[in-house]
């Protein structure tokens, strides 16, 4: 079935530092790959859509400056939290569409604590 | 605007009992519904999924039925066991309303079961 790996799974980094994280489609190319944050009490909210070779599409609300998406190539989609803030400590999980339309496949989430 | 309304938990059940957990839908178009289900400290794994009106989707014990009339895609189980406490997310995602792609997320129910 279709995989998603993200990387890493755990990440501590100090205020105002930059981190990067990846989402990789390993067996399927993604033609769309969204990314979430998960607040406390399980809370998912979509940050932004991102199809391969555009610009994102972010969420009303969402700093795109501040979270910055690549969706360079069809199994790959960067996250990258800039100038971190403790406010930005959070659960983050990537999610990739295939061509075919069918299915989301998630990756198993990223938790960054900003010190 | 289109909307996935879950049944606020915890949920607290016994080994061997029934499970519900109600979930309602608000979209134009005809969006497909899925489950989702969410263990301590990982990602997102797909429970079961429906794509049209009345159709049921089955995993592991769970199902759901596509309800057109009263846009509700319920989740339930005969007979729970301990190893399924977890969160448990509806989602309404495909094409709905002219827009794509989007998969948009209840706020997601805690089971908690008891041996």
């Known amino acids: 079935g279709a995989v998603v790996s993200q990387h890493p799974s755990r990440v501590i980094c100090k205020s105002g530092t930059s981190v990067k994280i990846e989402c990789r489609s390993l067996?399927?190319?993604?033609?769309?790959m969204f990314w979430y944050r998960q607040f406390p009490k399980q809370s998912l909210m979509l940050m932004a859509t991102?199809?391969?070779?555009?610009?994102?599409?972010?969420e009303q609300g969402v700093e795109k400056d501040k979270f910055l998406i690549n969706h360079a190539s069809l199994t790959l989609s960067t996250l990258t939290v800039t100038s971190a803030h403790p406010e930005d400590s959070s659960f983050y999980i990537c999610?990739?569409?295939?061509?075919?339309?069918?299915?989301?496949?998630f990756g198993s989430g990223t938790r960054l604590t900003v010190v | 605007g289109n909307s996935v309304t879950q049944m606020e938990g915890p949920v607290t059940l016994s080994e061997e009992a029934f499970l519900t957990i109600n979930c309602t839908y608000t979209?134009?178009?005809?969006?497909?519904l899925f489950w989702y289900v969410q263990y301590p400290g990982e990602g997102l794994q797909l429970l079961l999924k429906?794509?049209?009106?009345?159709d049921k989707g089955s995993n592991k014990g769970f199902e759901a039925t596509y309800r057109k009339e009263t846009t509700s895609f319920h989740l339930e189980k005969g007979s729970v066991q301990v190893s399924d406490s977890a969160v448990y997310f509806c989602?309404?995602?495909?094409?709905?309303?002219?827009?794509?792609?989007?998969?948009?997320f209840g706020t997601g129910t805690l089971l908690a079961v008891q041996p």
């Open positions: 991102s199809n391969e070779g555009s610009k994102a599409t972010y």
């Open positions: 999610s990739a569409r295939g061509q075919d339309g069918n299915g989301y496949t």
């Open positions: 429906a794509t049209k009106a009345d």
């Open positions: 989602a309404l995602g495909g094409r709905y309303g002219g827009a794509t792609n989007k998969l948009i």
């Open positions: 979209a134009t178009g005809y969006p497909s």
């Open positions: 067996d399927f190319q993604a033609t769309t």
